[in-house]
């Protein structure tokens, strides 16, 4: 396992088709224990789960930034949104319940919200002990045990994780982490005895498990790809809506799946909007990521830098005009000389046919393309395969709701982005994806329903 910085951190083994099967049937074991407890009992475990990661904050930040090149920043906040994913699930799994339904003749009905077993959650390397939060929150809080498989470019803090549930006081197995890469997915998806899988990461992976998960007749959730749009209005807070193109583009290097990497800005004011979001990208400190007053790390590793960097390349070939940024940075400490960084990137003079504006970069790479209309601007913006987020600031309340409505897209954002509470659901439309993370509604994808008829006299029969 190789750090954003170049170096060798340690050696994390793959788990082959025996490694799955042990923590499958581990897991399996786990879960005839925990699915037979009260959603009380589960509340109280899961709890004291969050309470030690709120406790140990600072230290699996540092872990996560080690792991992973964001700055430690933003790695406090994913732990703080880890922790609170837990809280909220915790405070759900006491109320789970189904429902009765009164029938003619003194007869009725019930339902039994019960859990699917083994659930598989496959994560991706830019917010890994995060994700791991969001997929094993509503899972266990449901009765479910979890075989977790990390990205290999992010193998270390989800084992945290799993060792904090076994201190949480859960049963032995309940969450399992594995290790490795597509192989390893693989036999995750087409092991026999699990019932579920949950994905995040990217499009074509994800059609791979659907294809998989089809031939065991297995309910997945599919959190994929973005190329979300940010509409700019002429009068929206200059100020504010800097600050969003910022958060929606540069967060955790730019390598976030609901980034808003086409800023569509209105034509009056897209000079001075342009001005300063490049005066403010110019301004973002780039190092090490573990010192407090840096906003920027490393990319993942050497090929998606030099994926992101071909680009940019090929935007400039293409008419797309560098305003800033986009070239590789050398920081002065020869501790980092090794790590994967580059200036956070600004492109003017796009247009939507462009590459760069058409495919996800997964970089921190902002095109900026002007508009005039409403109506233009929403038809350019659903233009596109993908459908995870999308954003628009203006002052104008009604118009801000008229746009939202109209995006086809999951997840939508009016005069912020990149806000992610877990008491609302995540996920997107067409290519990126469906179910959804997080919210009430993320229970739904976790259990399944009984129902049970009660007859209270005679059956009547036909025969």
Known sequence: FKTCLGRVLCKVPCSGEKEVDLAVQSAKAAFKIWSQMSGMERCRVMLEAARIIREQREE??????????????????????????????????GSLAGEHVQLPGGCFGYTRREPL???????????????????????????????????PFTPISVVRLAEIFTEAGVPKGLFNVVQGGAATGQY???????AKISFTGSVPTGMKIMEMAAKGIKPVTLELGGKSPLIIFSDADMENAVKGALMANFLTQGEVCCNGTRVFVERKILDT????????????????????????????????????QGFIKQAKEQ?????CGGDLYVPDDPKLKNGYYMRPCVLGNCKDDMTCVKEEIFGPVMAILPFDTEEEVLERANATKFGLAGGVFTRDIQKAHRVVAALKAGMCFINNYNASPVELPFGGYKFSGFGRENGRVAIEYYSQLKTVCVEMGDVECAF
């Not at 790695?75 to 922790?83: L, T």
């Open 60 to 93: 699996i930040a540092t872990m996560e930034t080690i792991n992973n090149g964001k700055s430690i920043f933003e790695a406090r906040v994913d732990i703080d949104v880890s922790w609170q994913c837990l809280e909220y699930y915790a405070g759900l799994a």
């Open 117 to 151: 077993g083994v659930c598989v959650g496959i994560g991706a390397w830019n917010y890994p002990f995060q994700i791991a939060c969001w997929k094993s929150g509503p899972a266990l809080a449901c009765g479910n045990a979890m075989v977790f498989k990390p990205s």
């Open 188 to 194: 995750l998806c087409q092991h026999p005895d699990v």
């Open 273 to 308: 909007f342009t001005k300063e979001v490049v005066k403010r990208t110019q301004k973002i400190k780039i190092g090490d990521p573990l010192l407090e007053d840096t906003r920027m790390g490393a990319l993942i590793n050497r090929p998606h830098l030099d994926r992101v």
């Open 319 to 323: 008419g797309a005009v560098v305003l």
